[in-house]
Nanobody, 124 residues
Framework: QVQLVESGGGLVQAGGSLRLSCAAS????????MGWFRQAPGQEREFVAA????????YYADSVKGRFTISRDNAKDTVYLQMNSLKPEDTAVYYC?????????????????WGQGTQVTVSS
């Protein structure tokens, strides 16, 4: 069992930056691939970024590529999402998720554990 707690969300102006953190508790964090998803009002939850358990490989949605960076610190059982050049369309609740596998997933069905989410609001 893994518990995930996100933090770092908030209100920011367009063009600004935020760093989200996701702290994990439980067993063997370093053996989980991790992902970030987001859900805007009235929309389905969508993939944002993912990282393998070693941190060697990262993947991004086209909409955030070049602006967001996912990373992890296995010594701290934490995964991060650095978000730069934020746009109003990035406004959503952001969720981190853990997958019991080395390889990442790109859909919500491929992840085993979820955090409660953190709100990110980007004003124009």
């Amino acid at each position: 069992q893994v518990q995930l707690v996100e933090s770092g969300g908030g209100l920011v102006q367009a063009g600004g930056s935020l760093r989200l953190s996701c702290a994990a508790s439980g067993r063997a964090f370093s053996r989980y691939a991790m992902g970030w998803f987001r859900q805007a009002p009235g929309q389905e939850r969508e993939f944002v970024a993912a990282i393998t358990w070693s941190g060697d490989n990262t993947y991004y949605a086209d909409s955030v590529k070049g602006r967001f960076t996912i990373s992890r610190d296995n010594a701290k059982d934490t995964v991060y999402l650095q978000m730069n050049s934020l746009k109003p369309e990035d406004t959503a609740v952001y969720y981190c998720a853990a997958r019991v596998d080395y390889g990442v997933g790109f859909t919500i069905h491929e992840y085993d554990y979820w955090g409660q989410g953190t709100q990110v609001t980007v004003s124009s």
